[in-house]
């Protein structure tokens, strides 16, 4: 494919949008518009098309311009666009709740609905203290979170993170009473390991030190993704997260695994809960919940949680909390991408060409200044070294070079992200592949 025009005659004034988690004067400079998707690929301004080796920003795992959901939105804005959830309801948001925990680890029995995957952090959290205050233990008011860890962008979410960007402006905001484990990156002795390292499970220790710093009874959860991925998929050591799990119950702490990147499919099962046989206490979610359709997270519980919370006369609130569109009928849009999973067995094809996947870019070592490759299900992360220009120079030169190659790949600093809806086929896994080695070997 002939290189991809940066800037097109058609584009529309691009002064007003200030643009989320973007360098807004690169971008304007040379921007890079999309106007249509279908498939594997999207469409650019000008005609030219772009396989998504990202499923949009990891959320359209059933690929894209699927009619089926498109006609149930359609169907559900002609039918009641809107319906409150605040002491009221509709059908449509009980039957995905429903549908939802058929495919939810076992014991996570009751579903919150939010708007995006930094909602469904923050409810979390909020769970968890109320959670603790109606079982009588109301000073477990800790949190602990991860180094690199993204939990989202509102003020509970940045907290509990460990993404320095994302903190260091509001810091002197952030919540109080937050601690964090050490990330579980380990390229010294881990580099290019395939799925999990078997290096690193004792990092879960530090848990018991914080427990023994802080007090157990002051601490409500621990937070943490199953596979880090905005830092750049970093996965967990072999026992890590089973540690983990051991040393909360031990101590009555919850323990809540944000899976708004993992969910539903990418990592070879419904959840990473399941691939990897630990069960958390709260599981967030968002993003392939409906294919990237619609905003709209989940929050699974535990029937205890939810259980110990209803307390009180019945007339009473017992959860302060939530969203105006929360359960929003337009979840009809969640039902189709459900059944879309189902009838195609997507999560099963993650699995099944996870070997393929992997044995693709595990191709790239020994290309220019590729330090590390990292992989599970169908998401893979290739990190650099940085070159003299700075960190993450080397890793938005090949990002772009990819793009006007006509392949969509997701830049962490210096580590590049691929993570394709879960109906890729080989011949495509193995364009995004040759398209990346191209674009390290133009880099250098």
Not at 4 to 28: D, I, V, Y
Not at 30 to 49: F, H, Q, S, V, W
Not at 54 to 59: D, I, K, N, P, S
Not at 187 to 215: D, M, Y
Request: net charge negative; hydrophobic share 40%; proline share 4%.
């Amino acid at each position: 494919m002939a290189d991809l025009p940066l800037n097109s005659s058609s584009a529309p004034s691009l002064e007003h949008f200030w643009m989320p988690f973007t360098a807004n004067r690169q971008f304007k400079t040379n921007p890079r518009l999309l106007t249509k998707a279908e498939g594997m690929y999207y469409t650019d301004i000008d005609g030219n098309k772009v396989l998504d080796a990202t499923a949009g920003l990891w959320c359209c795992n059933a690929g894209h311009g699927r009619k089926e959901i498109s006609e149930a939105v359609s169907k559900q804005i002609k039918e009641m666009d809107y319906a409150p959830s605040f002491q009221m309801g509709h059908p449509i948001a009980f039957e995905l709740a429903e549908r939802l925990v058929e495919l939810s680890p076992e014991g996570l029995n009751k579903v919150f609905f939010t708007n995006s995957g930094s909602e469904s952090v923050d409810t979390a959290l909020k769970m968890a203290l109320c959670y603790h205050r109606a079982n009588g233990q109301a000073s477990r008011t800790r949190f602990i979170g991860r180094e690199m860890g993204y939990h989202g962008v509102g003020f509970g979410g940045i907290s509990v993170g460990g993404l320095s960007n994302n903190r260091k402006a509001f810091s002197g905001q952030l919540l109080q009473g937050v601690d964090h484990l050490p990330h579980t990156l380990d390229i010294q002795n881990a580099a290019f390991t395939r799925g999990l390292s078997p290096f690193g499970a004792e990092k879960a220790e530090v848990l018991e030190q914080l427990v023994t710093l802080h007090g157990a009874e002051n601490i409500a959860a621990v937070i943490v993704e199953p596979m880090s991925g905005s830092a750049g998929v970093i996965l967990p050591p072999q026992g890590y997260l089973k540690r983990l799990r051991e040393i909360t119950k031990k101590h009555g702490i919850l323990l809540i695994f944000d899976e708004v990147i993992t969910a539903f499919g990418r990592v070879g099962a419904a959840f990473a809960s399941q691939r990897w046989g630990v069960i958390p206490d709260i599981i967030t979610t968002a993003k392939a919940i409906n294919n990237g359709a619609i905003p709209m997270g989940a929050v699974f519980v535990q029937d205890f949680i939810h259980d110990t919370c209803m307390q009180g006369s019945n007339e009473l609130i017992e959860f302060f909390h939530g969203y105006t569109y929360s359960g929003h009928p337009v979840a009809a849009a969640a039902l189709a991408t459900l059944s879309i999973y189902e009838n195609e067995q997507l999560f099963e094809r993650s699995f099944e060409l996870e070997r393929y996947f992997e044995d693709a870019v595990h191709s790239l070592k020994g290309l220019p200044n590729v330090i590390d490759i990292r992989n599970t299900g169908l998401v893979a992360g290739i990190q650099f070294s940085p070159n003299a220009q700075g960190a993450g120079k080397r890793g938005y030169g090949v990002f772009e070079h990819c793009f006007r190659h006509g392949t969509l790949v997701r830049a962490t600093g210096d580590i590049i992200a691929m993570s394709p809806p879960l109906i890729v086929d080989k011949r495509e896994i193995d364009q995004m592949v040759n398209s990346l080695s191209d674009a390290i070997n133009a880099i250098g």
